[in-house]
């Protein structure tokens, strides 16, 4: 029989909503394999967590109620639809979008006071995600305000647990995707020759994709980077605020940002969580799962785990890449961590090259994210230019 018993812990008490990182550090400690009705199993400790990662067969990543392209997959399936993608976020590709993403990050700080106060989420993150994934993707600018409103409704309903109005929405978000692919559809041979349209065009065993297939990877790719880059922007810059000196060695040298922007987002995860589904009975971290057990896997306590990291809160620039799960590991392992990466580093850049001093608003806090966004909802700083 399963290790299931009474709650182990409540992932929605106030505690653990107000701030999630503390609280899991707590559970890594006192409870690593816990039980609740909300998470149902939720795994804390680095090792659990690579485990599941790297046992696919074991641990299904199939746990969506819904298509998910390839998010939801195991092999053959998913191994045949990350060939697919992968050449999206290929060194070609991003070398390709290189220029574009540097311009855009430009563009956005570009919008900074000259000295003033900003709130980094909403003015800088959510600004410059929207953009340059609608510019990825090759979806005109009048789509950048719609977007942005759909973003906050489903931030708002996400939170409320709203289901109804969560399918609502993602109805909604699925309407805009084929109403682009119509459009692309009546142009012809003079569709635009974007990433939008290519995908529209790929095959895979021998046919083509059907529109429910091209739907999901272009929401799967469009939704998860609206929230994380969002959410990685405000965790950098508030992160940057609150240590000067290493702001001030980062200004320096550009060439240290790509190993601080992974290990600040290491240690204050943006994404939260991540689903697994159990194949058959199975024992982990002294717990006894049955087949068909869910389980949460929480990058936020993993990857600050003592036993790998010893002080999770420490920036270390030297440490070892491959412990870092921020992108996951294992063949679902993220495939548009390239793009990521390179839109994260050219926003720093632009962000650094154009301030002399981010610094924090004393009296005025940062607010924290609550489950089950990451980082931060509110970060009030004031910038010099």
């Not at 746990?63 to 390839?70: C, E, G, I, N």
């Not at 240290?256 to 697994?276: F, G, H, K, V, Y």
Request: a negative charge; aromatic letters at 6%.
């Amino acid at each position: 029989m399963s290790d299931r018993q009474a709650q182990d812990w409540d992932p929605r008490a106030e505690n653990v909503l107000n701030d999630q990182i503390v609280a899991y550090d707590e559970m890594r400690r006192r409870c690593p394999v816990a039980f609740s009705d909300y998470l149902q199993w939720s795994l804390f400790r680095h090792a659990d967590v690579r485990r599941v990662l790297e046992d696919h067969e074991t641990f299904s990543n199939a746990a969506s109620r819904h298509l998910s392209v390839p998010n939801a997959m195991d092999p053959p399936e998913h191994t045949r639809f990350r060939r697919l993608i992968e050449p999206y976020f290929g060194p070609d590709a991003m070398a390709d979008f290189a220029p574009q993403c540097q311009a855009i990050a430009q563009r956005v700080v570009d919008r900074l006071p000259a000295d003033g106060e900003v709130e980094a989420i909403t003015e800088m993150g959510q600004g410059f995600a929207l953009e340059i994934q609608c510019a990825f993707m090759g979806w005109p600018t009048s789509l950048h305000e719609p977007l942005r409103a759909w973003v906050k409704r489903q931030q708002a309903a996400t939170l409320a647990g709203d289901r109804e109005a969560l399918g609502e929405l993602a109805l909604e978000f699925d309407g805009v995707i084929r109403e682009l692919l119509e459009s692309r559809r009546e142009a012809g041979d003079g569709a635009p020759d974007d990433v939008t349209t290519r995908i529209m065009n790929e095959t895979v065993a021998g046919r083509a994709l059907s529109d429910e297939e091209i739907v999901s990877i272009l929401r799967n790719w469009t939704v998860g980077e609206l929230g994380t880059i969002s959410a990685s922007i405000g965790i950098l810059m508030r992160y940057l605020a609150a240590n000067p000196e290493l702001q001030a060695r980062l200004r320096a040298d550009h060439d240290l940002l790509p190993a601080a922007i992974d290990e600040i987002l290491r240690l204050d995860a943006p994404l939260m969580s991540n689903r697994r589904i159990t194949t058959c009975p199975v024992e982990i971290g002294g717990r006894r799962l049955e087949a068909g057990e869910r389980l949460t896997l929480l990058w936020g306590s993993a990857n600050r785990d003592e036993a790998v990291f010893g002080n999770p809160d420490e920036v270390r620039l030297d440490r070892d890449p491959g412990d870092n799960l921020l992108y996951g590991a294992g063949i679902h392992i993220c495939p548009g961590a390239p793009l990521a990466r390179m839109e994260l580093r050219d926003f720093m850049v632009a962000l650094l090259d154009a301030t002399v001093d981010v610094a924090l608003l004393p009296g005025r806090p940062a607010v924290r994210a609550r489950y089950p966004a990451g980082g931060y909802a509110e970060v009030p700083l004031r910038v010099r230019r």
